[in-house]
């Protein structure tokens, strides 16, 4: 499983970036999916998560402003972030896990197997 993100970039604060995460070789019927992002000095942090039960989850930080979805047809994954702010810039990456589970926390890196290498999205003031 490959998963490329792209999208990331220079923005000012209350503009907008939607990154994409295109998989191949992911075979799995169902999935669980997930986007995070690490700032240097910083842990990665979950941003957002959808599984293949229609299940989503958002960091407090991002609600309302950012928005996960699928095109299972082109097997990509989307994040769109709007009114970024310069707290936002980070290293971005997609997550894929083919487990589904309720318990499963889609904000925790733990719940994920496959990872992208990364886009950089960086919010000035």
């Known amino acids: 499983v490959q998963l490329l993100e792209s999208g990331g970039g220079s923005v000012q604060s209350g503009g907008s970036l939607r990154l994409s995460c295109a998989a191949s070789?992911?075979?799995?019927?169902?999935?669980?999916l997930g986007w995070f992002r690490q700032a240097p000095g910083n842990e990665r942090e979950g941003v957002a998560g959808?599984?293949?039960?229609?299940?989503?989850s958002y960091a407090d930080s991002v609600k309302g402003r950012f928005t996960i979805s699928q095109d299972n047809a082109k097997n990509t994954l989307y994040l769109q972030m709007n009114s970024l702010k310069p707290d936002d810039t980070a290293m971005y990456y997609c997550?894929?896990?083919?487990?589904?589970?309720?318990?499963?926390?889609?904000?925790?890196?733990?719940?994920?197997?496959?990872w992208g290498q990364g886009t950089q999205v960086t919010v000035s003031s």
């Open positions: 070789g992911y075979t799995y019927t169902r999935y669980s």
């Open positions: 997550a894929a896990d083919p487990r589904v589970d309720w318990w499963h926390n889609l904000l925790s890196p733990v719940t994920y197997t496959y």
């Open positions: 959808v599984n293949s039960d229609g299940r989503t």
